[in-house]
C-alpha cells in the first residue's frame, strides 16, 4: 500500500434524528412517570397552588430554555451542557459542570428505577398476588431490591450493546400520550359532571398551604424545586445535536414543543387529581400516600379498577423506556470526560469486541446502585432536582461567557433582551436550589449529597484530571474527494468483509465494463447507547486502512475507487441513504450464506434485496478458486437471467473460463420454451468470444438437479425471477433454496430496469 493510499477515504457521521424523534427522546422521561410520580407530593408541599407552581415553574425554565437553544443551535454537539461549560469556563469548572451532569442523569436513573416497583408492588398487593407486609409503604427493601434488579438488566443491555433497546422510545412515548390523553378525557368528563358537587368545591378550595402569604409563597417556592425534575427532558435534547439531521431548526423546536406539551399535561393531570382527591393524602384521606395520588383519581374518574390499572400502566412503561437512554446518558457523559481527559482515561474507552463505553456504564451503575439502595425516591427526586438547578445556572452563565468568548459563531437563534435573560435564569434556579433546604428531611439529604459529589469531583479533578482541551465532535471530516463525472453509471459496494478481495474485484470489473464510479463503502455501526462521535479514532484509522487496500485491489483491475467510512447507528439506513443520494445503478453485496433466525438470505441482505430501488447483485464468494474454470448459469425465461449471464460472461473473460448453461425442466412442453432462451444466451456467450456449453435435465426436483450439476463448477450464477417481490423471497422460491443449500460460491443477480442495448 502506498503512503499516500489512506488520506483517499472519506470519513462522515451520519446524522439520523428528525423533529419527531428528538421531542420524543425529550418528553419521553417526563410522561408517564414523572407526572404521574410527582403530582401527589407536590400538592403535599403546595396544596392546589401546584398548579401555579407549574406555570411559575415554566416562566423559571423558559429563561434558561432560551440559553439551551442559544448554544444547541449555535453548537450543536454531543456533550450539551458539559461541552458549553467546559468552553466557556476554566477549570476545574467545566469538570464540575460534566461532574454534576453525569451525577445528574445516575440520579434521574435511579429515581425512574425506584418508582417503577413502588407501583409494581402495590398493584400486586391490591390484587392479592403478595402479602401486605411487602408492600412499600410498609417495607421499603422489596421495591428497592426489585428495582435494583430491574436496573442491572438495564445496565447488562448497555454494556452489550443491544440494539433492540434502543430508538423505541417514539413509539412507546406515543403510546404514553394515548395514556395521558385517556386519563384526562375521563377526568375532564367527571370534572363536568360534578364541577356542582361539595365535594368537589372542598377539593379545589385548598388551594394555598400556610397561614399567611410568605408561608404560601415558600410552600409553592418547594414545591417548584420538587417537581423541577418535569422540564430535565430538555437537557437530554441538547445532547442530540450531533446526531440532528437539521439540529439549527430542530432542535430549538423540540425544546419548545417538550417544554409546551409537558406543562399542559401537568397542569392538566394535577387539576384533575386535586379535584378528584383533593390535597390530603394518608389517614383520613382518599389516597393512601401521596404518591399514588394520581392513580386514585383515576380509579375514581374512570369509576372501575381499570383507571388505577392504567396509570400503572404508564408508570412501568414511562419508567422500562426511560431506563435504557437514561443509563445511556449517564454513561455517555462520563465517558466524553474519560476521552476528554477530565476523568481518568479509562472512562473512555471502548470494549473491544463491543464498542460499548463498559468502564462508563459500570461507573455509573455503582452510583445509580448506591442510590436505590440507600434512599427513598423523594429524597432521590430532590437530589435530582439540585443537580440539575444548580447544572442549568452554569449553563446561563456559560451563554454570557460565550457570547464574548465566541463572538464570531453563526448562532441561528440568539436570545433576546442579553445579558437579562441567562441573568434571570440563574437567579430563579438559585432561589429553587435553595428553596428544597425546607422540603423536610429530603432537602438537606439532596444539598448533603450534592456537596459530598462536588467536593469528591474536585479532588478527582485536581488528582487525576490533565490538560483540558475542548474537543471537537460530531464534525464531518472529509479527507480526499475522487473527482467523480456526472450521469455515469453508480456503483455502491458496502464492504462488511475487508479480506474479501473477490469481491472488489468483481464489483472493480463490472465498473471497468461499464465505465462506471465505484464507491466503497463501510458503515462503522456504533450502538445506541453512544454519540456517533464516541468511536475509538484508532479503530477509524484502522478501516480507513482497510478500505484503501480493497481501493487499490479496484485500482489493479483498473477502476479507482471511491472509499468512504461512515459512523452511524444504523447500517441499512446508512447505506439506504447513499443509495438515494448518490443515485446508484447497482448495488453490490457480499454473503456468508445461509439464513439466520427465519430469514431469507440474512438480515440486511434481504432488507437490500427486497426494498433497494437498484439493480442488486449478491456474491458469496467463499470457496471460490483463485482461477475459475467453468462458470454455470441456472437458465430461466426470465431477463433477469440474461443480465446474470452478461456477468458470467464477464467472469469467464477474465479467467478465460468456459460457461455452462444448464436448464432443468418438469415437462417436456417446459423444456421446449426454456431450450430457446437457452439458445439466446448461448448466442451472448460465443459473440464475446467465451466457450459455452448447453446441458438439458428433464427432473422432478429443479433445485436438486440444479444443486447436483452445480458441484462440477467452480461458480453458480443465478438470476432472480418475477417472484423476488414477494416478501417471502429474496430472487425467487428456487433460487433462494439453491442459493442456501449451495456450498460454493454463487452470484445472484436482480435488475429493476432494463437498458437501452440489452
Not at 269 to 278: E, L, N, P, R, Y
Not at 453 to 471: N, S
Not at 659 to 671: G, H, I, N, P
Not at 701 to 722: F, K, R
Amino acid at each position: 500500500m502506498t503512503r499516500d493510499a489512506t488520506p483517499q477515504v472519506q470519513v462522515k457521521f451520519r446524522r439520523d434524528l428528525g423533529l419527531l424523534q428528538i421531542t420524543m427522546i425529550g418528553l419521553g422521561p417526563t410522561i408517564g412517570t414523572t407526572i404521574f410520580f410527582l403530582v401527589g407530593p407536590g400538592v403535599v408541599q403546595a396544596g392546589g397552588a401546584l398548579l401555579l407552581a407549574m406555570v411559575l415553574n415554566l416562566v423559571v425554565t423558559v429563561f434558561t430554555a432560551m440559553a439551551y437553544v442559544e448554544l444547541g443551535s449555535s453548537i450543536p454537539e454531543t456533550g450539551g451542557g458539559y461541552l458549553w461549560i467546559k468552553t466557556a469556563m476554566k477549570a476545574p469548572w467545566g469538570f464540575v459542570g460534566g461532574w454534576m451532569s453525569w451525577f445528574g442523569h445516575c440520579v434521574v436513573c435511579a429515581f425512574y428505577t425506584v418508582s417503577f416497583p413502588v407501583f409494581l408492588l402495590d398493584l400486586l398487593v391490591r390484587n392479592g398476588v403478595l402479602p401486605a407486609d411487602l408492600h412499600p409503604l410498609a417495607n421499603p427493601w422489596p421495591a428497592r431490591l426489585v428495582a435494583l434488579a430491574l436496573f442491572a438488566v438495564f445496565a447488562f443491555i448497555n454494556y452489550r450493546g443491544t440494539r433492540s433497546a434502543g430508538r423505541s422510545s417514539t413509539a412507546v412515548t406515543a403510546i404514553l400520550l394515548v395514556i395521558v390523553t385517556i386519563f384526562l378525557l375521563f377526568g375532564f368528563g367527571w370534572f363536568a359532571g360534578n364541577a356542582g358537587s361539595p365535594e368537589v368545591g372542598q377539593n379545589l378550595s385548598d388551594f394555598f398551604r400556610g397561614s399567611n402569604g410568605g408561608e404560601a409563597a415558600l410552600s409553592i417556592i418547594v414545591a417548584m424545586g420538587l417537581t423541577f425534575i418535569v422540564f430535565e427532558g430538555y437537557e437530554i435534547i441538547a445532547q442530540t445535536g450531533e446526531e440532528s439531521r437539521n439540529p439549527e431548526r430542530d432542535i430549538p423546536r423540540a425544546l419548545w414543543l417538550t417544554l409546551g406539551i409537558a406543562t399542559v399535561i401537568f397542569i392538566s393531570v394535577g387539576f384533575i387529581t386535586i379535584a378528584a382527591t383533593g390535597t390530603s393524602y394518608g389517614g383520613s384521606g382518599q389516597c393512601p400516600s401521596p404518591e399514588y395520588a394520581v392513580a386514585c383519581s383515576a380509579q375514581k374518574v374512570v369509576g372501575s379498577d381499570l383507571g388505577y390499572l392504567l396509570i400503572n400502566i404508564g408508570i412501568g412503561l414511562g419508567a422500562l423506556t426511560s431506563l435504557n437512554s437514561l443509563v445511556f446518558s449517564a454513561s455517555r457523559v462520563s465517558f466524553a470526560m474519560g476521552r476528554d481527559g477530565a476523568l481518568p482515561q479509562v472512562f473512555g474507552k471502548l470494549h473491544p469486541k463491543r464498542r460499548t463505553p463498559h468502564v462508563a456504564i459500570l461507573a455509573s451503575a455503582i452510583v445509580i446502585t448506591v442510590m436505590i439502595l440507600g434512599f427513598d425516591v423523594i429524597s432521590i427526586a430532590a437530589s435530582a432536582d439540585v443537580m440539575f438547578l444548580l447544572l442549568f445556572m452554569m449553563v446561563n452563565w456559560s451563554a454570557i461567557v460565550l457570547r464574548r468568548k465566541l463572538p464570531d459563531i453563526r448562532r441561528p437563534y440568539k436570545m433576546p433582551f442579553f445579558p437579562y435573560v441567562p441573568l434571570i435564569g440563574m437567579a430563579s434556579k438559585g432561589i429553587l436550589a435553595v428553596g428544597l433546604l425546607l422540603l423536610p428531611t429530603s432537602g438537606l439529604i439532596a444539598w448533603a449529597l450534592a456537596g459530598i459529589w462536588i467536593a469528591v469531583g474536585l479532588a478527582i479533578h485536581y488528582l487525576w484530571a490533565k490538560k483540558e482541551k475542548i474537543v471537537e465532535v460530531g464534525k464531518v471530516a472529509v479527507e480526499a474527494l475522487v473527482p467523480t463525472e456526472e450521469k455515469r453509471y453508480r456503483i455502491l459496494l458496502p464492504v462488511e468483509d475487508f479480506g474479501d478481495r473477490a469481491l472488489v474485484e468483481f464489483a472493480a470489473l463490472v465498473a471497468k465494463v461499464e465505465n462506471a464510479d465505484l464507491q466503497l463503502l463501510h458503515v462503522i455501526e456504533v450502538p445506541d447507547t453512544l454519540p456517533v462521535d464516541a468511536i475509538d479514532p484508532l479503530y477509524v484509522m484502522e478501516v480507513r486502512r482497510d478500505l484503501a487496500k480493497l481501493g487499490a485491489v479496484a485500482r489493479g483491475i483498473g477502476v479507482e475507487a471511491r472509499a468512504t467510512a461512515m459512523v452511524s447507528h444504523k447500517v441499512f439506513e446508512a447505506v439506504t441513504e447513499v443509495l438515494r443520494e448518490e443515485g446508484t445503478d447497482l448495488l453490490v453485496l457480499g454473503w456468508t450464506g445461509g439464513g439466520r433466525k427465519g430469514r431469507i438470505l440474512g438480515s440486511n441482505v434481504d432488507r437490500f434485496v427486497q426494498y433497494t430501488p437498484s439493480d442488486v447483485t449478491v456474491f458469496k464468494t467463499a470457496g471460490m478458486p483463485e482461477h475459475i474454470a467453468s462458470v454455470m448459469v441456472m437458465n430461466a425465461p426470465e431477463w433477469h437471467v440474461s443480465y446474470a449471464t452478461g456477468y458470467a460472461v464477464m467472469l469467464a473473460k477474465r479467467h478465460a473460463a468456459k460457461v455452462a448453461l444448464f436448464t432443468a425442466a418438469t415437462t417436456e412442453e417446459l423444456m421446449a420454451k426454456e431450450r430457446v432462451y437457452s439458445a439466446r444466451l448461448a448466442l451472448l456467450c460465443r459473440t464475446h468470444g467465451v466457450p459455452c456449453e448447453e446441458k438439458f435435465a428433464l427432473t422432478k426436483n429443479i433445485v436438486d438437479a440444479v444443486l447436483q450439476e452445480a458441484q462440477h463448477h467452480d461458480l453458480l450464477v443465478l438470476g432472480a425471477t418475477v417472484e423476488w417481490s414477494l416478501l417471502q423471497n429474496a430472487f425467487g422460491a428456487d433460487q433462494d433454496q439453491i442459493a442456501r443449500r449451495h456450498g460454493g460460491p454463487v452470484l445472484m443477480v436482480r435488475k429493476v430496469t432494463k437498458r437501452a442495448g440489452r
